[in-house]
């Protein structure tokens, strides 16, 4: 959950259930890089667990909701 924290932080929740609370409505939520050395993040949808990272390059980009299992 580490990841999770780190997304917190960025995104400027105070906690998960905040988090929760400003996604569980819209049709986009916070995402972030899973790779270890990076922390890019970007806005996706919701179920998004496979997001292209402009940073790495890669499609390793997860949803909050889909890190805090809510999907």
């Known amino acids: 959950m580490e990841k999770l924290q780190k997304l917190l ?3 400027g929740f105070k906690d ?3 988090l929760a609370e400003a996604v569980m409505t819209d049709s986009v939520c916070p995402g972030i890089c899973m790779n270890p050395d990076c922390n890019y993040t970007t806005e996706v949808e919701p179920d998004q667990a496979h997001g292209y990272c402009e940073s ?3 499609q ?3 949803s ?3 890190i ?3 999907i």
């Open 56 to 58: 790495c390059d890669t």
């Open 16 to 18: 998960e259930q905040e």
């Open 68 to 70: 805090m299992g809510l």
């Open 64 to 66: 909050a909701v889909m």
């Open 60 to 62: 390793t980009v997860k």
């Open 9 to 11: 932080e960025i995104e």
